[in-house]
C-alpha cells in the first residue's frame, strides 16, 4: 500500500458522502452545495431536512467510521491480534451497561457524564479481561474467549436492568441497534470535542508501535516504558469508543474488519495501517450506512445501521479468521485440572442441594412482612410446579447438548450458546413472531429446531478446514451469535410493547409456561435422556477420534447427524419453552468433567443433574432475591455462570503463575 492508495480512499469516501446524500433526495445537487456553505438559508422542509438530518447523518457517519477504523488498528497492533476490537474486547458491553445505569438512576448527570461513565464500564471490562488473560495470552485465543464470556456477563447484567425498567426499555431499542440517524447538529458538537485525542494517537502512536514490534525486551532496549505506553495508548482508544457509543450506540465489527482489510491491501508499517485504518474505516462505515438507509426504504421501516454492519461483519469476521488463523489463535484456553473418578460422596453432595433448592422453591417464599416456611397452599402449587418443572427440564437438556458438543468437537469451551445454536433458534422464533403471527407463548419447536439445525450446519461445513480446532469453532460460533443477536436487534428496535414482550422472552423466563407445556417440556427432555445414553457408545468412539470410531465399525457420518440433530431438538424445545439460556450448556458439562466424570454416560447424567440443580435454583432466587420483582431465570443464571467461569480462569491463570 502506498500513499497514493489513501488518497484514492479519500476519494472514494467523498464519493460515498455524495451518495449518502442523494439518498431519497428532492433538492438539485446545485441547492445542496449552496445550503452546505449557508444553512440559516434553509426553507423550506427539504432544506431543514437536508441540513438538520441528512448532512449531520453523513458527518457523524465519517467521524465514527474514521475513528472505530482507527482504535481497532490500535489495539490490534497494541495486542498483535488481528481479532482484537472493541466488540471481541468486551469493552463495548462494558461501556453499554454503564450507560444503561447512569441513565436509570442518575439521569440528572446523564448528559455531562456519559462518555465518562461509558469509559469506567469499558475499562472495567478490559481489566477483567487482562486479569482473565493476562498480558501474555492477548494474542491468543484466551482473549477472545475471555471477551466473549464478558460480553455474555455484561449483557445479561443490562438485560436485567432493562427489564426492571419497563419505562425506560422502551427508549433503549434503537440506540442498542446501533443508529446514525440525526436530527440536528447536538451530537456532532458534543462528540468532535471527544474526538481531539485522536490527533495523540496520529502524533505518538506510530513510533510506539514501531517500538513493539520488536518484542517487549527489544522495545524497553531502545527505551521505551512498554506497560505505561501499552495502557496508555488503550485508555485513549477504549475513550474513544466509549464517546462514540455514547452518541450513536452500538456499531460492530468495523474496528475489527477495517485493519484486516487495509493489512490485506498491503499496509505493513503501523503508520500506514493506522492512517489507511482511519480513511477506510470511515468509507466502511458510510457504505454501511448507505445501505441501511436503502434497505429501510425498500422495507418502509428503520433499518439500524449497526444491524447491517453485523449482516456484512460476521461473514467477514469467519472469512478472515479461516484464512489468517495462525498458531496463537489455535492456543487453549487452559482450565483446572479434572479428578479421575467420581466421588459418590460429590453425586450425594449435588443430589442433596437439588433436593435443598425443590424444598425451597416450593416451601420457602418471602412475604411483604417476612420470609415463610410453610407448605404451598392449592393455588401456590398451581403456580409453581410447572416453573420448577421447567427449570429442571431445561437444565437437564442443554447440559446433554452442551455434554454431546463438547465430545464431538473435541473442545471443551463448546455450548448452545456459546455456538450460536441456540440463537439460530431464538432468531428464528422472533422473527416468525414478529412477521409470521406465531405466538411466542405457543412453544413453536419445528420453528426452533430449523433455526438450531441451520447454524449447526453452518458449523460444520466453516470447522472442517481446521478439523473443528477450538479456534475456528468458537470464532464462527462468536461470529454467528454476533449477527443473529444483531438482527433480534433490528426486531426489537421497533420499540413498542411488543418489543418489551420479545426481551422478556430473550431474557428466559419460565413464568408463562402452562403445566401441560411443562409436562410435554419434561417428557421430551427425558426421552432425550434415553436417546443419548443410548448414544453413549458411538458418542465415545467420536470423542476419541473419527478414524478411531471407523476402525470399530460405527458409522460417523450417521452417529454424527443424529447427534448433532438430538443437539438442535434439545436446544429448540428449551428455548421455544423458555427463551435462551446461556452458560447452563458449557459449566455443567465442564464441571461434571472436572469432578471426575471422564466417560460418556457419567457425564451426561452428572452434567445433567447439575444442569437441572443450577436452573432450579437460579429459577426461585430469581424470584425471591428482589421480592416482589422478578429476575428471569435465563438472565440469573447466565450471570452466576459468566461469574463461575470468569472466577474459573482466573484461578487458574493465578495457580499457573505460582507454579513457576
Not at 487453549?332 to 479434572?338: D, I, T
Request: charged letters at 5%; one cysteine or more; aromatic letters at 10%.
Amino acid at each position: 500500500m502506498t500513499w497514493k492508495t489513501l488518497v484514492v480512499g479519500c476519494a472514494l469516501v467523498v464519493i460515498a458522502i455524495f451518495a449518502s446524500l442523494q439518498i431519497n433526495q428532492a433538492l438539485p445537487v446545485s441547492h445542496q452545495w449552496h445550503l452546505v456553505f449557508h444553512p440559516l438559508g434553509a426553507e423550506s422542509f427539504n432544506d431543514f431536512n437536508f441540513v438538520y438530518a441528512q448532512l449531520p447523518r453523513a458527518v457523524i457517519t465519517l467521524l465514527i467510521g474514521a475513528m472505530l477504523g482507527l482504535v481497532g488498528s490500535l489495539m490490534q497492533q497494541l495486542t498483535q491480534n488481528t481479532l482484537t476490537s472493541p466488540l471481541t474486547l468486551g469493552t463495548s458491553s462494558g461501556a453499554w451497561l454503564a450507560l444503561i445505569i447512569i441513565n436509570i438512576w442518575w439521569p440528572d448527570a446523564a448528559k455531562d457524564y456519559n462518555a465518562v461513565a461509558a469509559m469506567v464500564g469499558s475499562l472495567v471490562a478490559f481489566g477483567l479481561i487482562l486479569l482473565i488473560a493476562g498480558m501474555e495470552n492477548m494474542t491468543g485465543l484466551p482473549m477472545v474467549i475471555s471477551g466473549m464470556v464478558i460480553n455474555i456477563l455484561l449483557g445479561a447484567i443490562a438485560s436485567a436492568i432493562i427489564l426492571l425498567h419497563q419505562n425506560y426499555a422502551q427508549n433503549v431499542f434503537m440506540w442498542g441497534a446501533g443508529d446514525l440517524a440525526q436530527n440536528g447538529w447536538d451530537w456532532i458538537q458534543w462528540l468532535w470535542p471527544r474526538l481531539l485525542p485522536t490527533l495523540l494517537l496520529i502524533i505518538f502512536a506510530p513510533r510506539i508501535l514501531t517500538l513493539l514490534r520488536l518484542g517487549h525486551q527489544g522495545a524497553e532496549a531502545r527505551g521505551l516504558a512498554v506497560i505505561p505506553a501499552f495502557f496508555t495508548l488503550m485508555i485513549i482508544g477504549i475513550w474513544l469508543v466509549s464517546a462514540a457509543i455514547t452518541a450513536v450506540g452500538l456499531i460492530g465489527f468495523i474496528g475489527l474488519l477495517t485493519p484486516n482489510i487495509v493489512r490485506a491491501m498491503g499496509a505493513r508499517t503501523p503508520k500506514m495501517e493506522l492512517f489507511a485504518s482511519l480513511i477506510f474505516g470511515a468509507l466502511l462505515l458510510l457504505i454501511t450506512d448507505i445501505l441501511a438507509q436503502l434497505i429501510s426504504l425498500w422495507l418502509g421501516q428503520v433499518v439500524p445501521s449497526g444491524v447491517t454492519a453485523a449482516a456484512i461483519g460476521a461473514p467477514a469476521l469467519i472469512w478472515f479468521s479461516r484464512r489468517q488463523l495462525k498458531a496463537q489463535d489455535g492456543m487453549a484456553v487452559q482450565l483446572p485440572e479434572s479428578l479421575q473418578h467420581v466421588s459418590w460422596r460429590l453425586v450425594g453432595l449435588f443430589t442433596g442441594v437439588f433436593i435443598l433448592g425443590l424444598c425451597c422453591y416450593f416451601m420457602l417464599q418471602p412475604s411483604d412482612q417476612a420470609w415463610q416456611w410453610s407448605l404451598p397452599s392449592h393455588y401456590q402449587w398451581a403456580l409453581r410446579w410447572p416453573r420448577a418443572l421447567t427449570a429442571i427440564g431445561a437444565g437437564l437438556g442443554l447440559a446433554l447438548a452442551g455434554t454431546v458438543l463438547q465430545r464431538m468437537i473435541y473442545n471443551p469451551l463448546a455450548s448452545p450458546d456459546i455456538l450460536g445454536v441456540s440463537s439460530g433458534a431464538t432468531f428464528a422464533l422472533v422473527v416468525s413472531s414478529l412477521f409470521f403471527g406465531q405466538s411466542l407463548m405457543s412453544m413453536q419447536w419445528g420453528t426452533a429446531l430449523i433455526g438450531s439445525l441451520a447454524v449447526l450446519v453452518v458449523l460444520l461445513v466453516l470447522g472442517r478446514r481446521h478439523q473443528y480446532a477450538p479456534s475456528s469453532v468458537i470464532l464462527t460460533g462468536i461470529a454467528m451469535s454476533a449477527l443473529l443477536q444483531a438482527f433480534v436487534q433490528f426486531c426489537l428496535a421497533k420499540g413498542n410493547q411488543d418489543s418489551y414482550e420479545i426481551l422478556q422472552w430473550l431474557a428466559g423466563s419460565t413464568y408463562r409456561v402452562t403445566g401441560n407445556q411443562a409436562l410435554l417440556l419434561i417428557g421430551l427432555i427425558a426421552a432425550m435422556l434415553l436417546a443419548s445414553l443410548a448414544a453413549s457408545r458411538g458418542l465415545t468412539l467420536l470423542s476419541i477420534s473419527r478414524e478411531f470410531a471407523q476402525a470399530r465399525g460405527l458409522n460417523t457420518s450417521l452417529m454424527s447427524l443424529l447427534l448433532l440433530s438430538l443437539v438442535a431438538a434439545l436446544c429448540a424445545v428449551v428455548t421455544a419453552t423458555m427463551g435462551p439460556v446461556s452458560f447452563v450448556g458449557l459449566v455443567a458439562p465442564h464441571l461434571a468433567r472436572m469432578l471426575g466424570a471422564q466417560q460418556t454416560k457419567p457425564q451426561l447424567l452428572l452434567g445433567g443433574l447439575i444442569g437441572a440443580t443450577a436452573m432450579l435454583w437460579s429459577d426461585w432466587l430469581g424470584q425471591v432475591v428482589l421480592y416482589p420483582n422478578q429476575v428471569a431465570a435465563g438472565t440469573l443464571v447466565a450471570i452466576i455462570g459468566a461469574i463461575y467461569f470468569l472466577g474459573l480462569l482466573i484461578f487458574n491463570r493465578i495457580r499457573q503463575r505460582l507454579a513457576f
